[in-house]
């Protein structure tokens, strides 16, 4: 406020002493007169911005950086020029009055009063100018920062979710079945260790992030649910049943069905008596559906949220308009993802080993 207020006054001091300089040249002679006029220009400074302010204060929700409205801002100019030529004459009649004590009407000489018209027009003009640029230059800082946040909150979330995903209990629980395995069940660690092998490639793969074919995304979930149930034995099932032609015509985001799988495994109790059971199938047109019996933990550890975060706003940086579901349906926690068709223009796929 204070900085604002010296602002106005210094302008004022300006603006007098450069319409003096040019009415009547060098030497200059500060009279009562001058100060007079800097108080005028001050005044009438002040009121003008108060009002330009009032005006544009809705510039950033009626304009924006890509389309700008034109015909609007020509209408913000010519009535703020026809307020200040009114304000002009008001002021002057005001201040006549206010210094003689009676209403006295006098015009200055005709050259003169000509001059301070042009002269307040293009001061006007100026003013009108700094200002728009003023709120276009912070509604494109804002938008930047806005944006740049949104890209720093999405590298923050694929770093947090790759973490999430080489969680060391997972990595050493796979260790200690390939020990137990090696021996008594070559095979079974053989492929097992296979599974591992593509399913932590992938992870690392991931960390580039975009969209990616459906098929190579079933891929994945296989090697993870196989490592799964393997872990679990006749405690968890899966099945996939997603037609071949869809697999090749759909897209998703990159990684998206593991963490609802572990989702999935971490919230529900899976044992010989209560089997939990995995199953993602095509629901409807351009839907994914991954869907677990519903047989929540009765824990005291509260889940955070962050397995879905991640979900939702990965979908939210692609599909803003299409994100995830979630809900329980007939003794079945269900979860929706909307597939992307490769005709739609998107991201393009990322390369796969």
Known sequence: MVYRVVWILTLGVMVSFLQELVLHGVPMV????????????????????????KLLARFRAQVRIEAMDMNRMAGYFLGLQLFGFVWLFVLGIGMQVLVTGSFTFRLKDFDSLRFILVYYFFLNTIIFSVGVAYRWS?????????KHMAEKAYMNTQLQMLRQQLNPHFLFNNLN????????KPMLAYEFTRNMASFYRKVLESEQGGLILLREELKTAGY???????????????????????????????????????????????????????????????????RNTYQPKDSSSESLGIGWFNVENRYRHYLSDRLPVKFVEDGWYVVQVPLIETTESYPSIPKTQ
């Open 30 to 53: 500060i009279g009562p007169g001058f100060w007079g006029e800097v108080v005028f220009a001050i005044l009438y400074l002040a009121t003008f911005i108060m009002v330009q302010r």
């Open 138 to 146: 912070r509604m494109y800082r804002s938008e930047k920062n806005a």
């Open 224 to 290: 993870y649910l196989y490592l799964l149930g393997v872990r679990f034995e006749e405690k968890l099932s899966y099945d996939i049943e997603v037609p071949d032609n869809c697999q090749d015509s759909c897209l998703l985001p990159d990684f998206i069905l593991q963490p609802i799988i572990e989702n999935a495994v971490k919230h529900n109790v899976a044992s010989r008596n209560m089997p939990l059971k995995i199953l993602i199938r095509l629901k409807g047109t351009g839907i994914l559906e991954v």
């Open 177 to 184: 079945i390939i020990a137990a395995t090696i021996r008594s």
